[in-house]
């Protein structure tokens, strides 16, 4: 996957980098950023999850891209698709660092990324695992046209987190992208 590179108006979005890690530890840190994200993680504990992002691009042929701002070059945060073991599908989450929000970098970033997978993973459904509280995802999974498909459940350690699962088909997807 080196040499992927998806660019947006405002993004780049490509493969977690070995140069990403101090800027990924300092969002993952961050309370208020991974307050729906299972809190925040020390230096240590980020290391390991980004490893494991890392891992996924080996192993699965594709992961959470890492967001550049493509005004500034900075690393802003992580989304993109991502299935776990026993996950409930196909995700396409997002995590992005606080003073990123409420520009549309998540809406932006899991378009681009809900283009790729439908077209380069093959994928003909995506969800998002949201919990109920958290209405800044919740209207991003609206604006990218996802629906309520209802609570779900996630593998553990995170059997007790409450989420609800939101989604569309590819088929709905690129007719909303045709619009």
């Known amino acids: 996957m080196h040499g992927l590179r998806i660019e947006t108006d405002r ?6 980098a070995a140069e990403d890690f101090d800027a ?15 809190g925040p993680q020390p230096r240590a504990v980020a290391w390991r999850n980004f490893m494991t992002m890392a891992g ?3 192993i699965q042929g594709f992961g959470m891209f890492s967001v550049i701002e493509r ?17 409930p599908g196909h995700e396409i989450g997002w995590g992005l660092k606080r003073e990123t929000w409420g520009k549309g970098y998540a809406t932006e970033g899991a378009a681009a990324s809900m283009d790729w997978a439908f077209d380069h993973l093959g994928w003909s459904q995506v969800i998002h695992s949201i919990n109920p509280e958290n209405l800044a995802s919740i209207g991003v999974a609206k ?3 996802s629906a309520l498909q209802g609570p779900g459940t996630l593998p553990a350690p995170f059997e007790d987190d409450v989420v609800d699962l939101w989604g569309q088909t590819r088929e709905q997807w690129l007719a909303r992208r045709r619009r």
């Not at 530890?25 to 961050?30: G, P, R, S, V």
């Open 143 to 145: 604006k990218l046209g």
């Open 11 to 16: 993004l780049i979005l490509r493969p977690t």
């Open 71 to 87: 005004a500034t070059g900075r690393w802003v945060g992580r989304l993109g698709p991502w299935q776990p073991e026993g996950w």
């Open 24 to 38: 990924w530890a300092e969002c993952m840190a961050d309370p208020e950023v991974n307050r729906f994200l299972g």
């Open 56 to 58: 996924c691009w080996s």
